[in-house]
């Protein structure tokens, strides 16, 4: 079993970054695939990013592609999210999970989640 505590997140203006951490514990974590979620106020929850478990493999969804950057600190047993150039429509709280494949990208195929940590973007 698995352990996932995600900090980071904040309160922030469009255009500004913020870093999310998510630190595992139990199981070797080294071993594990990782990825981000988000789930904004009213919507599902929806894919961000995933990584291998060397971080030699990223995948992300096209509506963070090129501002998002997830990579991993296995030595740490930490996952990292930082966004950049942020808008209001990232406002959601995010997730960190562990996928039961590489690169997954639907919600069905993690099976160990943090509690989230909330990120609002204002206007």
């Known amino acids: 079993q698995v352990q996932l505590v995600e900090s980071g997140g904040g309160l922030v203006q469009a255009g500004d970054s913020l870093k999310l951490s998510c630190a595992a514990s139990?199981?070797?974590?080294?071993?594990?695939?990782m990825g981000w979620f988000r789930q904004a106020p009213g919507k599902e929850r929806e894919f961000v990013a995933a990584?291998?478990?060397?971080?030699?493999?990223?995948s992300y969804a096209d509506s963070v592609k090129g501002r998002f950057t997830i990579s991993r600190d296995n030595a740490k047993n930490t996952v990292y999210l930082q966004m950049n150039n942020l808008k209001p429509e990232d406002t959601a709280v995010y997730y960190c999970?562990?996928?039961?494949?590489?690169?997954?990208?639907?919600?069905?195929?993690?099976?160990?989640w943090g509690q989230g940590t909330p990120v609002t973007v204002s206007s």
């Open positions: 139990g199981r070797t974590f080294s071993k594990y695939n």
């Open positions: 999970a562990t996928p039961k494949r590489p690169y997954a990208t639907r919600r069905d195929e993690y099976d160990y």
């Open positions: 990584i291998t478990w060397s971080g030699g493999g990223t």
